[in-house]
T-cell receptor, first 111, second 110 residues
Framework: DAEITQSPRHKITETGRQVTLACHQT?????MFWYRQDLGHGLRLIHY???????NKGEVSDGYSVSRSNTEDLPLTLESAASSQTSVYFC??????????FGQGTRLTVV | RKEVEQDPGPFNVPEGATVAFNCTYS??????FFWYRQDCRKEPKLLMS???SGNEDGRFTAQLNRASQYISLLIRDSKLSDSATYLC???????????FGQGTTLQVKP
C-alpha cells in the first residue's frame, strides 16, 4: 500500500544546530507540503512543492528550507535551530484537487 | 484575516446529539474543500470532501455555499468516538496550496 512516512518521529536538538526532517511518499504525488502545528495556531504551511526541482515558500518559511530532487522525497532543513521552532511537523502529499495524506509527524524540541 | 476560519470551540455535546461546525474562507479562487479529523495531535486524516451539491457519508453531512464562501459539517447521532478536532481545508488550484483552518474541537460526553 502507498504511504507517506516521516523520520525521525521525535528529535531533540540544540539551538544553532542544523536539523533535517525527512519525508518520503510512495503515492507518486506531485504536490508535497510541510506544516508545523502549535497550540493556538493550527496547521501553518512552511514550504510546498509542485514537483521535482520546484519549491515554494509558505506563510512561515523563515529559517526553513526544502529541496525536491525526486518525486518521493521532500526533506525539511532548519538551518540554525531556534527554540521558537519547537513544534510538531507534518508532511503531506496530494494529487491535484484531491485531499492530502499526512505523515505521522515529527516532534521536534530545540533546547 | 485568516484565509480559512473556524470557531475553535470546544463543543461539548451529549451522546446522540446533532452538532454542526461552520467554516468560512476568504479566497474566492478556492476550488476544492475538505473536512479532516485530527485526534490528540496525531496526523490529520481526511474525513470527507465537500461538494457544492452537498454530500453525505453515514452520519456526516457536508455542505458548501460558494456565494457566501461558507462550508459546514453536520454530525448526527454523535458517538463518544467522534471526539476529536475537525479541520476545514480549502484547496486553491491557482497556487496548489492546501490551507487549513485552526480546527474545531468536539467533545462528546456520555
Amino acid at each position: 500500500d502507498a504511504e507517506i512516512t516521516q523520520s525521525p518521529r521525535h528529535k531533540i536538538t540544540e539551538t544553532g544546530r542544523q536539523v533535517t526532517l525527512a519525508c518520503h511518499q510512495t503515492w507518486n504525488h506531485n504536490n508535497m507540503f510541510w506544516y508545523r502545528q502549535d497550540l493556538g495556531h493550527g496547521l501553518r504551511l512552511i514550504h510546498y512543492s509542485y514537483g521535482v526541482h520546484d519549491t515554494n515558500k509558505g506563510e512561515v518559511s523563515d529559517g526553513y528550507s526544502v529541496s525536491r530532487s525526486n518525486t518521493e522525497d521532500l526533506p525539511l532543513t532548519l538551518e540554525s535551530a531556534a527554540s521558537s521552532q519547537t513544534s510538531v511537523y507534518f508532511c503531506a502529499s496530494s494529487e491535484s484537487s484531491r485531499g492530502a495524506f499526512f505523515g505521522q509527524g515529527t516532534r521536534l524540541t530545540v533546547v | 484575516r485568516k484565509e480559512v476560519e473556524q470557531d475553535p470551540g470546544p463543543f461539548n455535546v451529549p451522546e446522540g446529539a446533532t452538532v454542526a461546525f461552520n467554516c468560512t474562507y476568504s479566497n474566492s479562487a478556492s476550488q476544492s474543500f475538505f473536512w479532516y479529523r485530527q485526534d490528540c495531535r496525531k496526523e490529520p486524516k481526511l474525513l470527507m470532501s465537500v461538494y457544492s451539491s452537498g454530500n453525505e457519508d453515514g452520519r456526516f453531512t457536508a455542505q458548501l455555499n460558494r456565494a457566501s464562501q461558507y462550508i459546514s459539517l453536520l454530525i448526527r447521532d454523535s458517538k463518544l468516538s467522534d471526539s476529536a478536532t475537525y479541520l476545514c481545508v480549502a484547496y486553491s488550484g491557482n497556487t496548489g496550496k492546501l490551507i487549513f483552518g485552526q480546527g474545531t474541537t468536539l467533545q462528546v460526553k456520555p
